[in-house]
Structures are given as structure tokens and as C-alpha cells.
């Protein structure tokens, strides 16, 4: 049970991030098509690349205690958006639009993205217990964390960001993720 919280929290928190880019990226760089694509386009690149990296992981090395830590550093990057936010969005760099915002959402969105994408592959890996259901098992997952996304574009859009601050909200997300992680390291899961 605590890898389904675990895969649900993951789908929203990047959900969430990629609705909440805008709000990040809003007052130095708008939010025009080029921003959104910026944040859309990198967010998929680094949970991609997560994914790659989580499947690798996961084939060499299948505990809880290291999606634990994936998960708790996941909530430390997320975290560290605060400070590397004012940083990047404060430095001008003398380059077209486009690439500003990409850079942009490099340096603020891309270790998050790894991470948080290697943590549902690496939850899918635990969760999976036998070769002759994996492909309900998978599914199962993929449903959750697409249910988690949804939730995390909804409650982001309509509740979150009209009542806190977009530091507030990213603070909450680390939050969250380190008590997954706790949960994930406390849960009576074998693996």
C-alpha cells in the first residue's frame, strides 16, 4: 500500500511543479506559449531521464530503503527550488527569449524531474512481484500516478495557487515527499 501512496504523491508533485512553473517563471519571463513549452518540454526530458536511470537502478540494486532515499532527496530538490528560482530568474543572460526560458527551467526543474521520474520506476520495480501479472501490475501503477497527476493539476490550479504563495506550495511538495519517504522506509513492505 505505501508504494501506491508513494507512485500517487510522485504523479502529483510533478503535476504540480509543472503548474506551478508558470508562477515561477511568470515575473521575469511571462507566460507566454514559449515559457509554457520550456516547462512542459523539460519537466518530460527529466522524468524521462529519470525513468531511464530509475529502470537501471532498480535492475542493480531493489530495496525500499533506497526508493526511501530517492524520494527524500527528490523532497530536498524540490525544496531548493526556492533559493536557485531567485538565483536563475535574477541572472540576465543575453540570449533570445526562448533560450532563457529553457535555461530556466533547467537549472529549477531538471534534478526534481530526474528524480521524481526515477522514483515511479523504481516503486513500479518494487510493486512488481511476479513476471506473469506485470502487465496488470504496471497498468495498475501507471493509473495511480496518473491519477495523482490529475489530482495535482487540479488541486494546484484551483486551490492552491489562489490561496499560497508559490514558495509556500513548493516548501508543502518537499514536504510531502519527505514524509513519503518516511512512510516508504517505515512501511512493512520486505523489499
Not at 529502470?55 to 526556492?82: R, T, Y
Not at 484551483?158 to 518516511?182: H, K, R
Request: a positive charge; hydrophobic letters at 55%.
Amino acid at each position: 500500500m505505501a508504494n501506491k501512496i508513494a507512485i500517487f504523491i510522485i504523479g502529483a508533485v510533478i503535476l504540480s511543479l509543472q503548474i506551478l512553473g508558470s508562477r515561477i517563471l511568470a515575473p521575469h519571463l511571462g507566460t507566454t506559449i514559449t515559457v509554457w513549452a520550456a516547462i512542459i518540454g523539460i519537466i518530460l526530458a527529466s522524468v524521462s531521464i529519470g525513468y531511464y536511470l530509475g529502470g537501471i537502478l532498480a535492475d542493480k540494486k531493489l530495496s525500499k530503503n533506497l526508493l526511501s532515499l530517492i524520494l527524500f532527496l527528490a523532497g530536498i530538490f524540490v525544496i531548493l527550488i526556492i533559493p536557485i528560482k531567485n538565483n536563475v530568474l535574477g541572472f540576465h543572460i543575453n540570449y533570445s527569449y526562448g533560450v532563457r526560458s529553457v535555461f530556466s527551467s533547467i537549472a529549477i526543474f531538471l534534478i526534481p524531474g530526474i528524480l521524481l521520474g526515477a522514483g515511479i520506476i523504481y516503486t513500479i520495480k518494487l510493486e512488481t512481484k511476479n513476471i506473469k501479472t506485470i502487465g496488470s501490475a504496471n497498468g495498475t501503477l501507471y493509473g495511480i500516478s496518473t491519477a495523482g497527476s490529475i489530482i495535482g493539476v487540479f488541486l494546484t490550479s484551483f486551490y492552491l495557487i489562489p490561496n499560497f504563495t508559490a514558495t509556500n506550495i513548493i516548501s508543502g511538495l518537499g514536504i510531502i515527499l519527505f514524509l513519503t519517504s518516511f512512510l516508504i522506509l517505515y512501511s512493512k513492505s520486505p523489499t
